[in-house]
């Protein structure tokens, strides 16, 4: 029997242009597609190419007509005890403000903004007027430090940075001006101008002629009127740079008007959401789901978005539970890592408040583990909806579109495939195709990737081919580098990563990165790093390293400073989200007979797993040494 999810996948696979002809009609266009979509140059795929849109249009101004009162964001803040609502009409004003300054800064179509900021509404405000007068937005996870930064002003080339004085985590001020001029003094490339929002929580002394105050142009720029930039569907909306194998992160690129479909298209048959519902996803403007799931998805749908700066347990257990109660929310959007947070609490702080707007919760950004899925279940006694997918994505690949048939939710499992990603299961080595139920393969995706997945790698399509669509041995098919296998229902089950990307806390890092921030400390010869499970973070990043003076390292003391040494050049370079949770010193790492680091064996034995077999392996005493370190002994 087909139900009638399986047949809205099926035509959009088997018809994908009049399906998404039809999904097309959810925004508006200034000239409509001529074509759905030009696959002539595969892997690149140009959604609706011809026709013209604006994501902040479809965000914002075509809202004014229904909803100009009703709240868009809310910006909440439990570390500056702060909240503050913008209507749609006022929400409007202040994008224009934005927008009005950064042409006035010299920004024009096409330019690249770099966005540095904590979880205010200014952020969001400079994101829409970014995509208003079709500059591309390229925002910067908050907690990252000045050498994550200046990679990225140098991959990005702005024309100008947003900024603010400081954030904050948990009742400390992180100052973010030292870390953005260190970044520029260390980037080739120098922005002409940074406009500074002042929150008055940290000095932020201005470079004359660089540096700008927010408040002051703002005030210069109260009643502008800047119209939208209409844009080919084609035009890039911004870049947001995320982790791979290599040391260098990769800048997403997305489009436009595949962008704006595929996230309107998501409210209704994923979220199932209507005009005037409320939207709170805790995660940060930084990562994808801030993009999608915090300012446009929710905005484009005419909802309103709650905008959370602070932690899920402070001041006290209960404080996201009081927002759903203050705010009527609907649609609640976190994950596992956060939940588990939660559950480390009293469960009664949930019973505090009155959670029943809530429709659903969905979790995504690591693996939902069982316990906790049962545990907010049974807590919160609405649906709670894992969902899969990756920066360069977009929105979920798999997950349950309960707005088009509620489905049932298996714990453990992400669910099916979305409309519009052939997902399909590959054997590593011969590339075929498995079609059995529960064998285990790459998760792969076939071209054309639905719209709203990513376009390109920013400046660089070879490096775009190469990564994502040549891993898989004679096919041209797109990689996740994610491990899964199917049940017979076409219940999916991820099962880890295929490369070096770890997951920490729902953040993705490359090893890569923090093995090269930590090898430039001037007494690290070599360094592994690799990723350790962890029942609170999911995992957290464990270096083994190898001194090149390691004469004093049998003194405990010794051996804790240069530790501590190691741990702040990763905080200072990259940033606390990246910082190993130990560093553990070896005399050898455990490598092949060729020179090549056997990193899965290494983290087996981190996690106190059989490393399976090591013939190959050049020094068996290295393994050795890592059981002693981890606590394994003989
Ligand atoms: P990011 O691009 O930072 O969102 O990270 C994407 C990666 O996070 C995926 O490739 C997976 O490895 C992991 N991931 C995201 N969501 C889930 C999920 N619901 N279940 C398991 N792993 C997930």
């Known amino acids: 029997m087909t139900t009638r999810y399986a047949d809205f996948y099926r035509q959009s696979i088997d018809q994908p242009e009049a399906f998404w002809a039809e999904q097309a009609r ?18 690149f795929a140009r959604w609706y190419a011809g026709g013209t849109t604006n994501l902040c249009h479809n965000a914002v101004d075509r809202h004014l007509a229904d909803r100009a009162d009703q709240p868009a964001l809310v910006a909440i803040s439990t570390e500056t005890d702060s909240e503050r609502s913008y209507s749609f009409a006022e929400l409007h004003a202040e994008v224009q403000r934005m927008a009005a300054v950064l042409l006035a800064l010299g920004v024009t179509k096409g330019d690249r903004v770099l966005i540095y900021m904590p979880m205010v509404a200014e952020a969001a405000f400079a994101m829409l007027a970014c995509t208003r007068i079709g500059a591309l937005h390229s925002v910067v996870f908050g907690g990252f430090a000045s050498g994550s930064l200046a990679s990225r002003i140098e991959d990005a080339e702005p024309v100008a940075v947003v900024s603010a004085d400081a954030g904050s985590r948990g009742g400390k001020v992180v100052p973010y001006k030292p870390l953005l001029d260190e970044a520029i003094a260390q980037s080739r490339h120098k922005p002409q101008a940074v406009l500074m929002v002042n929150r008055g929580m940290a000095p932020m002394p201005l470079h004359p002629g660089r540096d700008h105050d927010w408040a002051a142009l703002r005030a210069q720029h109260l009643d502008a009127t800047v119209p939208c930039e209409w844009v080919d569907a084609t035009h890039p909306s911004y870049t947001l740079y995320t982790s791979g194998t290599t040391g260098k992160p990769k800048g997403v690129q997305r489009d436009t008007g595949g962008y704006a479909v595929a996230l309107a298209a998501s409210m209704q048959h994923i979220f199932d ?49 009081s927002i759903v109660e203050k705010y009527r929310v609907t649609h609640m959007f976190s994950a596992p890592t956060a939940v588990r947070v939660l559950k480390k609490q009293d469960a009664s702080w949930l019973r505090k408040y009155d959670v029943s707007s809530l429709k659903a919760l969905w979790l995504a950004g690591e693996p939902l583990d069982e316990p906790t899925a049962q545990w907010i279940s049974d807590a919160l006694q609405v649906p709670i909806i894992d969902n899969y997918w990756q920066t360069e994505t977009g929105w979920p690949i798999l997950t349950l579109a309960n707005g088009v048939e509620p489905q049932t939710t298996r714990f453990g499992s992400p669910g099916k495939a979305m409309y519009g990603y052939a997902v399909k299961l590959i054997d590593e080595s011969t590339g075929e195709e498995l079609t059995g139920a529960h064998q285990k393969g790459v998760v792969a995706i076939e071209g054309p990737l639905p719209p709203g997945c990513m376009q390109t790698v920013w400046r660089d399509d070879q490096r775009f081919v190469n990564t994502y669509w040549k891993s898989i041995p004679g096919k041209l098919i797109y990689s996740t580098f994610d491990w899964g296998i199917r049940d017979a229902d076409g219940y999916h089950f991820i099962l880890g990563r295929t490369d070096d990307v770890i997951n920490v806390a729902g953040h993705r890092l490359g090893t890569r990165e923090i093995e090269e921030s930590i090898a430039s400390h001037p007494n690290i010869a070599e ?31 010794a051996r804790l400073k240069l530790e501590g040494e190691v741990m702040q050049r990763v ?22 007979r060729s020179g090549k680091l056997l990193r899965r064996a290494l983290q087996a034995v981190a996690e106190r797993r059989d490393p399976g077999d090591l013939t190959t392996m050049e020094d068996p005493a290295a393994l050795q040494q890592v059981r002693e370190l981890v606590g394994q002994g003989g």
């Open 273 to 321: 959401a209507k005009p005037g519902d409320t939207y709170f996803a805790t995660s940060d403007i930084g990562w994808v789901v801030g993009h999608s799931y915090i300012v446009y998805g929710p905005l484009i749908a005419g909802m309103t978005t709650i905008m959370y700066e602070g932690l899920p347990i402070r001041p006290d257990a209960g404080v996201w539970w």
């Open 571 to 592: 905080d200072q370079q990259l940033g606390a989200v990246a910082r190993p949770s130990r560093v553990h010193f070896v005399t050898v790492l455990p490598k092949t």
């Open 26 to 43: 959810l925004i508006d266009w200034q000239t409509p597609p001529a074509q759905i979509c030009d696959y002539s140059n595969p892997p």
């Open 527 to 557: 360094v592994a790093v690799v990723g350790v499970a962890d029942a609170l973070k999911g995992q957290v990043a464990m270096a083994f390293a190898v001194a090149r003076d390691a004469s004093g390292l049998g003194d405990p003391a």
